[in-house]
């Protein structure tokens, strides 16, 4: 776990009955789940600070540090590359989409506003996030390598 994530699991009050349940849910769905790129990195849960602010401010939370080129990505297509079964797929390939489906549809039925969010150009952390009901930047994290 990096430190932005041990910090933003900090800041995440467990007293919140509603996110704490929707994070463990989280922390399952993304056991052993993989993103592939240039390199396979893990998916994790991600937890930002409360902010009632809008996707822009959301946006300065996750990029803080960067320097980088920051862009969004629409959340069902970020997903659709994830979940798609190919006729060339074996079964850890469709085991993984299905994953990724159930990742994506938890995600959808928890949290509100959602956008996938891109910083960097070669080495690149990915967020797909959205707000909680007590305005919390929740959703997962993963990096990729692309060149």
Not at 13 to 33: G, W
Not at 106 to 134: H, M, P, Q
Request: with cysteine.
């Amino acid at each position: 776990m990096s430190k932005n994530d041990e910090k933003s699991k900090k800041n995440f009050h467990k007293s919140d009955k509603n996110s704490s349940s929707f994070y463990s849910q989280l922390e399952e769905a993304c056991k052993d789940l993989i993103y592939i790129s240039e390199t396979d990195a893990p998916v994790t849960p991600f937890i930002g600070n409360e902010t009632r602010e809008d996707h822009r401010s959301a946006l300065k939370q996750l990029a803080a540090g960067s320097d980088g080129s920051i862009s969004e990505v629409q959340f069902p297509q970020f997903f659709e590359r994830l979940t798609t079964i190919k006729d060339w797929h074996g079964e850890r390939e469709k085991t993984r989409a299905k994953k990724f489906l159930d990742l994506q549809k938890l995600i959808e039925e928890n949290l509100t506003d959602l956008k996938v969010v891109r910083i960097g150009d070669v080495s690149i952390r990915i967020y797909a996030v959205g707000f909680d009901s007590e305005g919390r930047l929740l959703g997962i994290t993963t990096n990729a390598v692309e060149t």
